[in-house]
């Protein structure tokens, strides 16, 4: 299968999602511009980070001149995949495909460190192969990283198994006071109710390399790439 990268204006994530895919996973992946009327040809498509277009609200104004984002509803129910990572979230969010929505970030500032997340079940794709009470540590890069939902929706969420990753201490131990962000919950990813569409504060793809300390990215895309290709090719 072929894997898609979005690409649009104020992005800086998408060409590291190329780099690693290409070079750590040997994925084949096309680049979509963010004026694609389609991209039938892909079995899941990433989303990275960025300011879209620059907007200092991330989202309002790409969403409105995407045909790109406006195709993602018809590219998933036809049985693509949809990820997005840091701002990538937010896209999600904005465009329905996620509930609930990321608010600025609780301190009121840009957040930029490592922090430890740890599976919340392995219901998805993302989490599948995942121990549970393992802990991994991952970059944050955001300032519009608090997830906000209302109670109705979160107890929604817990019982479809749509949390994918909480914020914890490097002990596994889930704690207000490890909650960068703010999140409802300590929530630090979630998903759709069907798992098709997965959206994380957390970059896995900046946590990849071997010769870096925090390889456990490589880990998380390890399990989402290879369930992805199971589903699609089975």
């Known amino acids: 299968m072929k894997f898609g990268v979005l690409k649009y204006p104020g992005g800086h994530g998408d060409a ?47 969403l409105d001149e995407s045909p790109a984002l406006h195709y993602l509803e018809t590219f998933v129910s036809r049985g693509g995949y949809v990820i997005g990572f840091g701002n990538g979230f937010r ?65 929604g969420m817990r019982q479809e198994g749509q949390i994918l990753f909480r914020y914890c201490d490097y002990e596994g131990r889930i704690t207000e006071s490890v909650n960068e962000t703010g999140s409802k919950d300590n929530i630090a990813g979630i998903s759709n109710p069907e798992h098709t569409v997965f959206g994380m504060i957390p970059q896995p793809e900046r946590a990849v390399s071997e010769f870096r300390r925090d390889a456990d990215g490589k880990r998380i895309l390890t399990t989402l790439l290879q369930r992805i290709e199971s589903s699609y090719n089975g």
């Open 16 to 62: 590291e999602l190329v780099h690693i895919l290409r070079q750590y996973f040997n994925k084949e992946v096309r680049e979509v511009w963010y004026l694609e009327e389609s991209y039938a040809d892909l079995g899941a498509l990433f989303i990275g980070g960025g300011f879209p277009c620059n907007h200092l609200e991330p989202g309002h104004q790409c």
């Open 91 to 155: 896209l999600l969010c904005e465009t329905g495909l996620l509930q609930g929505e990321l608010k600025l970030n609780s301190t009121g500032r840009f957040i930029c460190k490592h922090v430890y997340i740890k599976a919340e079940n392995q219901l998805n794709a993302i989490t599948a192969d995942l121990d549970p009470d393992e802990v991994f540590r991952t970059p944050i890069a955001t300032a519009f990283g608090n997830f906000e939902a209302d109670e109705k929706v979160l107890v």
